[in-house]
């Protein structure tokens, strides 16, 4: 039974780590920039969340909605600021620029509001146990999952079906054909970050109801795991990033539940390397040769 | 229809278009022909909008376009077959059907564009829910022509449309682009195969190093020395 209970843990912690993959995936996807400073909109999504809730009184969904759209902002800010103008650099120029903007973030907002930590209210949702055959299970755990999965359907959707779904892949596939459809590919990459880091403001929230503890460089672990996430499920593929993060949240759960915690975080990172020596393409990646 | 003036066109520092100027008038089929590299797909690119002239002038009915970005361009009536088809391969070919109508917004208008396009390319019709990356060349070249259709355009950029396909296929494809000609549709062929392409040209254009050196009624070209020699294979 502890083990299924560690299984729900490592389920609630993959699904916070699927959110933030997610973005990271998009991103790349169509600019093929691994941009670092998504685990700050992580973070600056958590402290919106955390003012929401304490300050403007608010509850958990609309405090939820005002962090989604104000790292929506923020993310299609940072896009228009720092990456446009590189978006015909080298790759490097960008990656280093995208360092900078993560360092930017972090220290801007300890510079604000100072480096001491908050803590997230424990009344946002109730806490009641469940047991479900023998297991007890926090009904704050199945919350937390079922927004998660809620916000990845709508996003499977919003990529499937809608026209602005359909734009994004285009100029994730090919930019220039997609141009001569009539897309607006500038606007495009926008709605691209702006979705992203909204799912990142998201995870921020539901990490500070689950975790409690937020501070300015909260966002750095997890943003990086989330990274590793992204890899393990295929860069640039959206199912790999969901299942990514799942899998690496279950996979710390077990390593945790089977005593060696304090190693959680270097097995997340061995993953990373024995994804990249043995699998480079990921979980749902696919082995394309060039064509010419 | 379409009237360039004088244009230059650089990569970077080297100039792939010097001085270039043409005309386009409705409801013909005009073609470039010329050798790799002349700069022909380099003038299809500069009236789409993916490149920019340095100097000179693009009009389309009479409004300058030269230096528009693409999407204006496509908006206003023009349509850009690319080389090397450039289907979007991770979706389906109705998807693709569909983003070529991204602009429009008369849904009505865009089923029955669909429809056209599948009466056209009956091929398309039978791989409808296939991702666009299996199907083989000539349905890719189909399956782009038929995204370039829906857009709804009043011309149509074809940039080697016969490039790697069977002479069959060549042949029914040239038939398409008489019949989309022939629907009321202005056409810019680019082409290698400059025998095929005169045989359905109205006038043509020869292109070298970036400079027009020749241009004619397709006919006239068809007989000329120079040409044999160059471009017709001659004996």
């Not at chain 2, 979007?88 to 109508?101: D, I, R, W």
Request: charge should be neutral; aromatic fraction near 6%; include cysteine.
């Amino acid at each position: 039974m502890e083990l299924i209970q560690q299984l729900v843990n490592g389920i609630s912690l993959g699904s916070i780590y699927a959110l933030i993959a997610l973005g990271y995936t998009m991103v790349y996807g169509i600019v093929k920039l691994i941009n670092f400073a998504h685990g700050d909109v992580f973070m600056v999504g958590s402290f919106v969340g955390f003012y929401s809730i304490t300050v403007l009184d608010l509850s958990f969904i609309p405090a939820l909605l005002i962090s989604m759209i104000v790292c929506a902002i923020f993310g299609v800010l940072i896009e228009r600021i720092a990456y446009k103008p590189l978006r015909n650099a080298t790759r490097i120029a960008a990656l280093i620029t995208a360092i900078g903007v993560s360092l930017l973030i972090e220290n801007g907002l300890i510079y604000i509001r100072g480096a001491q930590p908050e803590a997230y209210p424990n009344d946002v949702l109730p806490m009641d146990k469940l047991d479900i055959l023998g297991v007890s299970i926090s009904s704050q755990s199945i919350l937390i999952l079922s927004v998660s999965i809620i916000l990845m359907i709508i996003l499977q959707f919003v990529v499937h079906k809608t026209k602005i779904g359909k734009a994004m892949r285009a100029v994730s596939f090919d930019s220039e054909a997609a141009t001569l459809m009539g897309i607006n590919v500038n606007n495009t990459i926008s709605a691209t970050f702006a979705i992203g880091s909204a799912l990142a403001g998201a995870a921020g929230v539901i990490f500070g109801i689950y975790y409690i503890k937020i501070e300015p460089l909260m966002g750095v672990l997890p943003g990086l795991k989330a990274f590793v996430a992204a890899v393990l499920g295929g860069i640039g593929i959206i199912p790999g990033a969901m299942v990514g993060g799942l899998l690496l949240g279950v996979i710390e759960a077990l390593v945790s539940a089977a005593g060696y915690s304090l190693w959680r975080d270097g097995v997340a990172f061995i993953v990373l390397i024995l994804i990249l020596i043995f699998l480079p393409q990921g979980l749902f990646g696919k082995n394309k040769r060039e064509k010419v | 229809m379409l009237k360039i003036e004088d244009i230059n066109v650089y990569y970077g520092n080297i100039q792939a278009l010097k001085g270039v100027t043409m005309e386009i008038n409705e409801g013909e089929i005009v073609t470039l022909i010329g050798a790799n590299g002349a700069g022909k797909s380099t003038l299809l690119k500069t009236i789409s909008g993916l490149l920019k002239p340095k100097q000179g002038k693009v009009l389309f009915e009479e409004g300058s376009i030269g230096g528009k970005a693409a999407q204006s361009i496509v908006k206003m009536g023009i349509s850009h077959v690319p080389e090397g088809r450039r289907v979007f391969a991770n979706m389906t070919v109705a998807e693709n059907l569909e983003l070529g109508a991204y602009l429009r917004k008369d849904k009505e208008g865009i089923k029955k564009d669909m429809e056209k396009v599948y009466e056209l390319f009956p091929r398309l019709l039978e791989r409808i829910k296939q991702q666009a990356g299996t199907l083989s060349g000539g349905e890719q070249q189909m399956l782009a022509m038929g995204r370039a259709l829906m857009a709804k355009p009043r011309l149509l950029l074809l940039d080697e449309p016969s490039m790697g396909l069977a002479p069959l296929l060549v042949k029914q494809i040239f038939n398409i682009i008489q019949e989309i000609s022939e629907a009321g549709t202005t056409i810019l062929l680019v082409e290698q195969n400059a025998n095929l392409a005169l045989s359905i040209a109205d006038r043509a254009y020869v292109v070298e190093t970036g400079r027009i050196v020749l241009s004619g009624n397709a006919d006239e070209l068809t007989s000329s020395e120079e040409i044999k020699m160059a471009y017709l294979g001659g004996h």
